[in-house]
């Protein structure tokens, strides 16, 4: 590795720092990155695949990349001064951004990922940015416990020796959920397990299903969002923005995520796991990685209610 590889492998974080050998964004469409390859190396392939790390220096071909701008699937790659696909020590790679309608539309819960690991790295940028969400008073009330790598085996081998079921701290859905909310939820979850072929009659294929939520539906990563138990639904409210914050910039990075409320019947174990004070209460867990787009149950799209059914211009 010369020195521009090792300086790429450090290369920093955030936009805010962009490293020397960064190209500047050329607009808000594309943005020029430079990709250090050394001169007798192989050149990149050009099938790149969708380069989903942030600022992690990928291996591509005989390079490495250096990326740091907020970008999507790389479209092209390319000789910086002739344009052309070549083998010299200086790549322009032109990637997709994503803007934030994107996002939002590309967002949505995730209940099978692939093993790839995520990095801590980008697990501390996504929440330092999410943390950019508002909330009441500035009070930025959550507090989050992350499980990656190694702590997820060791988290689901603990759970294995905890009751299976603790009664919640909270109500998750209000006693004789009132219409039209009551069929919402209904129709998600026909929807749902009808993308896996499960009927009403199959008990145990949903409780299955519904078991998957244990493993994070096999994610390797993972958060849980506690709250002071001082704080009431304003701050609850808070916790959300966050969340949805943290949600859509994984979106942005290629990273898929399920918030699960499922933890609350598992405060208990949870709670210790992550040494939580006793004044923090569990709202949800998060599970993170990247979505197995094989999997039936991920084709999912759930429903919106149309606009005048829950908006009124007055
Ligand atoms: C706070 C919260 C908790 C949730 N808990 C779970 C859960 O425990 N298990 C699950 O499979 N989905 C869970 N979901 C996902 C919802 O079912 C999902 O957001 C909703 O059906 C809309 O679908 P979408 O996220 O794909 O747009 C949760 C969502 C939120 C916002």
Not at 3 to 31: C, G, K, M, N
Not at 59 to 82: F, K, N, Y
Not at 164 to 171: F, N, Q, R
């Amino acid at each position: 590795m010369n020195t521009d590889h090792a300086d790429a492998a450090r290369v920093s974080h955030t936009l805010h720092h962009p490293h020397p050998l960064l190209t500047r964004a050329v607009d808000h469409e594309v943005v020029g990155v430079r990709a250090c390859v050394r001169p007798g190396d192989e050149s990149p392939a050009l099938d790149l695949g969708v380069l989903t790390g942030l600022v992690n220096p990928r291996r591509i071909g005989g390079g490495e990349v250096a990326q740091t701008m907020r970008c999507g699937p790389i479209e092209h790659v390319s000789d910086c001064r002739t344009g052309s696909p070549g083998s010299t020590d200086e790549f322009a790679i032109r990637v997709a951004t994503m803007n934030v309608v994107d996002a939002v539309y590309k967002r949505k819960s995730i209940r099978k990922f692939r093993p790839d690991p995520v990095s801590d790295d980008d697990l501390r940028t996504l929440l330092v940015d999410a943390a950019r969400a508002p909330s009441g008073g500035n009070v930025q009330p959550w507090r989050i416990y992350v499980v990656n790598g190694a702590s997820m085996p060791r988290l689901k081998e603990f759970l294995a020796t905890q009751p299976p079921l603790d009664a919640p701290e909270y109500e998750i859905y209000p006693a004789g959920l009132t219409e039209p909310y009551r069929t919402n939820r209904f129709a998600l979850g026909e929807q749902m397990y009808a993308t896996i072929g499960i009927p009403r009659e199959d008990k145990e294929g949903r409780r299955r299903q519904f078991a998957a939520n244990n493993d994070f539906f096999d994610a390797p990563a993972a958060l849980f969002c506690f709250v002071d138990r001082q704080m009431g639904s304003p701050q609850w409210s808070d916790l959300g923005m966050f969340l949805q914050t943290f949600m859509l910039l994984a979106v942005e990075r290629g990273m898929a995520t399920c918030p699960q409320e499922y933890w609350s019947v598992r405060h208990k174990a949870v709670g210790t796991f992550v040494n939580a004070p006793e004044n923090e209460m569990l709202f949800c867990g998060m599970a993170i990685g990247y979505a197995d787009d094989s999997a039936a149950i991920n084709t999912l799209e759930s429903e919106r209610m149309p606009l005048d059914q829950w908006a009124s211009f007055v």
